[in-house]
């Protein structure tokens, strides 16, 4: 599988989010070219604020993996991170973080603020604007029928 | 119960992490002067990087709160919390984030990076270097341990 296709199974979790009436954001982990987790946004559903979709993937691929590092994998996200996420990123030492469309709210690859900017031991590589207006218009029409 | 006791209990929280040798951290919540939830670090032993004490201790206030919202708590953590942590008490939307010793290579609040300085919605009121030399030799301690 190539990158869209895994960003297409992100944008599967997404749709998810939304039927459940959750923020709709969906994340994929890739380890060498499988998918090994997979999780979209279960904030209110769960009513804990940690459930993004990002971190909950993260701990599932911990679990699959049996260990706290995620080497070698790649996370797949439909929107920019938040930094509760891309440190969660950091400290599984994800290799690849791969994202759709930019979160001017609360992203930190640069749109809120910049967590690759600084000086952490260990930074993903970060590639974005992948199907970048498929994962931006599912949000949009989220937060348009709640307004 | 004033913030000396309170820290008190987060340095408490924080020795059981060291006595099963993960990194010295630890974590209560109030509210209303009351604790509601306490946690320490459990990384390694949990095999799950996001199990830092401020992660667990606001997963835990959720479930016993039945909300994602913590509103009107104060979170006490004996060190600094990373981007990660802090992004979550931001989502948590947690009233008062009190620490003991700064942490120059993963703080969040002005260490490492500046979250606090940034446009979030809701950034928590900020209270640092309480019982800061007894958090800090707790860690330094663990570390020097293991060189």
């Not at 939304?18 to 954001?25: A, G, Q, S, T």
């Not at 600084?118 to 709640?146: G, T, V, Y």
């Amino acid at each position: 599988m190539d990158r869209i296709q895994f960003m297409q199974e992100a944008i599967l979790e997404a749709k998810k989010a939304y039927n459940e009436e959750e923020v709709p954001i969906g994340a994929v982990i890739i380890l060498n070219d499988q998918i090994i987790a997979r999780a979209h946004n279960r904030v209110r559903n769960l009513k804990d604020p940690t459930a993004h979709a990002e971190l909950l993937a993260i701990k599932e691929a911990a679990r699959v993996l049996n260990s706290e590092r995620l080497l070698g994998t790649s996370l797949y996200v439909t929107i920019e991170p938040c930094p509760m996420c891309l440190g969660a990123a950091i400290w599984a030492r994800i290799e690849e973080l791969i994202y759709g469309a930019p979160d001017p709210k609360a992203g930190a690859c640069g749109s809120l603020v910049d967590l690759m900017n600084s000086n952490f031991n260990h930074r993903p590589r970060i590639i974005k604007d992948i199907l970048k207006d498929e994962s931006l218009s599912l949000l949009q029409k989220f937060f348009l029928e709640r307004r």
